[in-house]
């Protein structure tokens, strides 16, 4: 073959090699990522994610276009986002929610915005369904791989995603430290030890699981509403940070509890509430040849001495459900969450029930036990606290969560072993080991004698 043939041959082929590549340049260069942002004017999530798509705008120029709906002030947009949560299968419990192709994102995080930004450069590399399409019924919905490899199903707790792990185990710590508070087992340690000498299974069973039963319902709905009030107000940031704060200050109440117990300010049951108690006790007990009018005295009992826990109590599910919120937590999230919850909140409870229903024993709680008990949950609070007021992302990843919740038992174990092993050698006696200074009694006038 003569070299000029060979020089035009090369040069053809190098000619549609580069034709071929420039059409795919263009091709490429001609995808159009179509986001849809629904969001509202305050909302401080949405005003993060906000500046994120913008800085997206700027880099990807107009072929980058954002389709925002404002909620709040227009509520007109809201029937907009019903077609596309409809679409999509799902029920939106909160904004801001975002649509790209086949996937959507309920609140906006660290997490979710890397999320969203690998879905974009996606789209530019691969192309993207437009999300109107499917609302439209054009396209089908087809589910992201990653959402299905974040969702399991436990059993007994359902469907758990696992991209919010850290809130799974930050609810089974926080309701296992909720569920040894003194003053729920003070009430519950105090009604089995006067079940215990009627020497009836049959009666303990049913006065121990109708209160336990109760107790739990009020408590839940009491979580409920608090999660309910933060969910609708949680676009303030100022309320998250005052929730923090008031959380923070309970907690350090709390540990002043350890230290000074029932003294000044304290969240324990009052010595003048206890009376109360006492008698409605009694009543559960005087009525116990009447089954009806048992369980009546004992759910009485039980909605009673909620109202008076409360001041004891309240502190956690305020944190958790701050916790919940400031993590975009969606509704079907949290009703497993609270399910999970109160099993972790009541397990306490129910091994004391189920160890004085088989031997027919029970002792009451001390007071160095509400002490400790104290000490643990006033650091877990605060600690939390703080983590929620420096940055309440970080309660959305599993290993900072951990170190969270291993830097409150540390601080408490190493406040307690100075405080019981190590300074009552050097004669410093605090928390449970100080002496209380006695009472003075008044001085007496002596009569004189003549």
């Known amino acids: 073959m003569p070299e000029n043939n060979r020089f035009r041959i090369f040069f053809i ?8 590549t420039a059409a ?67 029920e939106p419990s909160g904004i801001p929610v975002t649509f790209i192709g086949n996937q959507y994102w309920v609140g906006f995080n660290e997490e979710k915005k890397a999320e969203i930004e690998a879905a974009i450069a996606k789209g530019f590399a691969e192309g993207v ?7 439209d019924g054009v396209e089908t919905v087809t589910p992201a791989v990653m959402e299905k490899e974040t969702k ?35 009430v519950l340690t105090m009604l089995l030890a006067m079940i215990v000498h009627t020497n009836s299974r049959k009666k303990m069973v049913i006065i121990g699981l109708v209160f336990l039963s109760v107790s739990a319902a009020v408590y839940a709905l009491f979580i409920s509403g608090v999660f309910t009030l933060l969910s609708y107000i949680s676009y303030m940031q100022w309320i998250q940070v005052a929730v923090a704060i008031l959380t923070l200050i309970l ?61 004891c109590t309240a502190a956690f599910p305020v944190v958790w459900s701050n916790l919940l919120v400031s993590n975009d937590a969606s509704q079907s999230t949290f009703i497993l969450l609270l399910l999970l919850y109160m099993l972790i909140y009541q397990l306490d409870e129910l091994v004391i029930f189920g160890f004085a229903l088989i031997t027919m024993k029970s ?49 408490t174990l190493v406040i307690y072993l100075l405080s019981d092993k190590i300074l009552p050698k ?20 002596k009569r004189k004698s003549n």
């Not at 947009?77 to 299968?89: H, Q, V």
């Not at 059993?155 to 569920?179: A, E, K, N, R």
Request: glycine share 6%.
């Open 251 to 311: 907690g350090a109440i709390n540990l002043k509890d350890y230290f000074f117990y029932k003294e000044g300010v304290t969240l324990t049951i009052a010595d003048d509430k206890k009376p109360g108690l006492y008698q409605k006790i009694r009543n559960v007990m005087n009525k116990s040849e009447n089954l009806w009018a048992m369980i009546g005295a004992t759910i009485v009992l039980a909605l009673g001495v909620s109202l008076v826990e409360f001041s």
């Open 129 to 135: 369904v437009d999300a109107q399409q499917i609302v």
């Open 24 to 90: 795919n340049v263009v091709h490429a260069a001609d995808y159009i990522v179509d986001l849809y942002f629904f969001h509202g004017n305050g909302c401080p999530h949405c005003a993060e994610e906000k500046i994120f798509l913008d800085a997206m705008a700027e880099k990807y120029g107009d072929q980058f276009v954002v389709h925002g709906y404002e909620l709040w002030d227009h509520p007109e947009n809201a029937p907009i986002l019903e077609s596309f949560a409809a679409a999509f299968e799902f």
């Open 426 to 445: 050097f004669g410093i006696n605090i928390g449970h080991n100080r002496v209380k200074p006695a009472a003075k009694s008044k001085p007496h006038n």
């Open 13 to 20: 082929f190098l000619f549609l090699f580069l034709l071929l």
């Open 363 to 411: 002792s009451r709680m001390q007071e160095k036990h509400g002490q400790i008990l104290k000490l643990f949950s006033g650091c877990l609070m605060v600690i939390l606290s703080l983590a929620m007021l420096i940055n309440p992302a970080m309660m959305n990843n599993l290993s900072s969560t951990l170190l969270v919740f291993g830097t409150a038992l540390l601080v």
């Open 152 to 186: 399991i199903t436990v059993p007994l707790i359902g469907q758990v995603d696992l991209s919010q792990q850290s809130l799974l185990v930050s609810t089974i710590i926080i309701g296992l430290v909720d569920g040894v508070n003194p003053c729920s087992l003070w």
